[in-house]
């Protein structure tokens, strides 16, 4: 069964982030504490996700050992590919997210982990963007279900 393994806000740009057990999602306005909490141009910048396994694959390409939260993802799922989610709804508790599109990855993260080839390998592999479509609150190892 798809579920979180892991969540992660920062509430400053260019911050470190941290693990938080549990999140409160607000609809139209992002999670609570998040640095996009009510600061986001579109509505898909709510709220973003990566599965483990991306993570996983980028620190066996690089052979490394990159931390979930060093991708700067707030939700890392695990048992769900997220690729397939786009203009598509999942549901976490009573959070319903609309996921919208593809969330690339950046020269911004490739510089802060100082991986050259960062963008390239992590290419339709970085996570996707999601809006929040019903407001709630998640916990670690939340099960995912996929509504439509």
Do not use: W
Request: net charge positive.
């Amino acid at each position: 069964m798809p579920k979180i393994k892991a969540i992660n806000i920062t509430n400053l740009s260019g911050e470190g982030t941290i693990y938080v057990n549990q999140a409160i999602l607000k609809r139209n306005k992002g999670i609570i504490n998040d640095r996009y909490y009510e600061n986001f141009k579109k509505k898909y910048e709510q709220v973003t996700l990566i599965e483990s396994e991306k993570i996983s694959y980028f620190n066996n390409t690089v052979k490394s050992n990159f931390n979930y939260k060093d991708f700067r993802r707030n939700i890392i799922t695990t048992g769900i590919d997220l690729n397939k989610m786009v203009n598509k709804k999942i549901q976490i508790n009573n959070v319903v997210l609309k996921v919208h599109k593809l969330c690339q990855p950046c020269r911004y993260l490739q510089n802060k982990l100082n991986v050259d080839n960062l963008v390239k390998i992590l290419m339709n592999r970085g996570g996707v963007c999601a809006e929040i479509v019903q407001s709630g609150i998640i916990s670690n190892f939340d099960g995912i279900k996929i509504i439509n």
